[in-house]
């Protein structure tokens, strides 16, 4: 949960939570992920340091479309949507990584007045708050580490600030599960009231398209995937041969969504936190969903939330969606 504390001299980030919160509940969650069936883990355990640095390669990838159909988007529409947040408007961004789309929005704003990035990578969201900071000195930067996935509180809105403006890029609401997705929006357009939320959504389209956004051909969202048994090994003192397990990503199509998993490739057993898991050969930990959406459905799911659904922007191949959505009072 976010509170209303604010920075600390000498805190390069507020750490709401006193330590990192996907460490805090990475163990226990492993755990159940192993004794459940089918074995399923939430996919916010692939972003420490090397899963977040590996995400940003993923982004530069030329089968992964979303990041530059996003940014395309958000460069030619950036002074339309500066227009839209008004003066002096204040950001919250939800799982800022990079801050590499803020920067697009930012350079058309009307005095931008504070930016508030929230990401769960402690370490990696200080070192590009910094920079940022850097890069724009009249701008408040004000991270917080925390997982906005669970319920949330912003930091109280300072009064010299215009309207409260909600960025969730990426389509990384395609991460969640549907009825986290309407529970979160339910929170973003209460927290938003009296602004709106940008939130970039990504489109259902020809499965092979999505199929090689998620199979790249120089491996790295295999890499991406596979980091988190390499993480386990660290983090919870677990010993997977990460040599015995494969990538595998594919289009559900009854459910909208690519699904990454991890396959046993042969029968072995593995120890994590002191105990004992068996794998048969061709087992999986299913480790991601990533859920597609028509333009309609998700103004539907924003409209259940309390959104007013307004300007859609499409990309000419249909590939991305950037919705902007009003919160009412
Ligand atoms: C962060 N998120 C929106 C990405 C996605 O496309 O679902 C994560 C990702 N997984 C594999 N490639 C990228």
Redesign the pocket.
């Known amino acids: 949960m976010l509170t209303n504390r604010q920075p600390r001299r000498g805190d390069d980030y507020l750490n709401v939570a006193g330590e990192e919160p996907a460490l805090r509940d990475f163990s226990s969650d492993m755990l159940a992920a192993l004794q459940m069936r089918p074995r399923c883990l939430s996919p916010k355990y692939f972003y420490d340091e090397t899963g977040s640095a590996l ?1 940003d390669r ?1 982004c530069d990838l030329p089968e ?1 479309y ?1 990041t530059r159909t996003e940014l395309t988007l958000l460069a030619a529409h950036a002074t339309e949507i500066a227009v839209r947040m008004g003066p002096r408007a204040e950001i919250v961004e939800f799982g800022a990584g990079s801050l590499r789309k803020i920067r697009l929005l930012l350079d058309a704003m009307d005095q931008p007045s504070r930016y508030v990035p929230i990401d769960i990578s402690g370490a990696y969201l200080s070192a590009n708050a910094a920079q940022l900071q850097h890069d724009y000195p009249s701008l408040s930067v004000l991270p917080i580490m925390a997982d906005y996935t669970g319920a949330f509180h912003l930091p109280v809105k300072e009064p010299s600030c215009g309207r409260r403006i909600g960025f969730f890029p ?3 609401i ?2 969640l599960l549907p009825a986290d997705a309407l529970k979160f929006l339910r929170q973003a357009a209460q927290s938003l009231r009296g602004g709106a939320l940008l939130l970039g959504v990504d489109l259902i389209k020809n499965p092979s398209v999505l199929h090689a956004a ?1 199979n790249d051909s120089q491996g790295i ?1 295999a890499a ?1 995937n596979l980091n988190l048994l390499t993480r386990a090994n660290r983090e919870l003192d677990a010993n997977f041969d990460v040599s015995r397990f494969a990538h595998s990503a594919f289009y559900n199509a009854p459910m909208q969504r690519v699904e ?1 998993h991890l396959i046993s490739r042969a029968a072995q057993h593995v120890r994590v936190c002191g105990e004992r898991f068996d794998f048969a050969e061709g087992e999986t930990l299913h480790t ?1 969903n ?1 859920y597609k959406f028509t333009v309609e459905g998700l103004r539907a799911l924003a409209s259940q939330a309390g959104f007013h659904p307004g300007q859609v922007w499409v990309d000419p191949q249909k590939l991305f969606s950037l919705h902007w959505l009003p919160a009412p009072l």
């Open positions: 995400f993923i992964y979303p990426g389509s990384t395609g991460n998620y969202t991406f990454m991601e990533s």
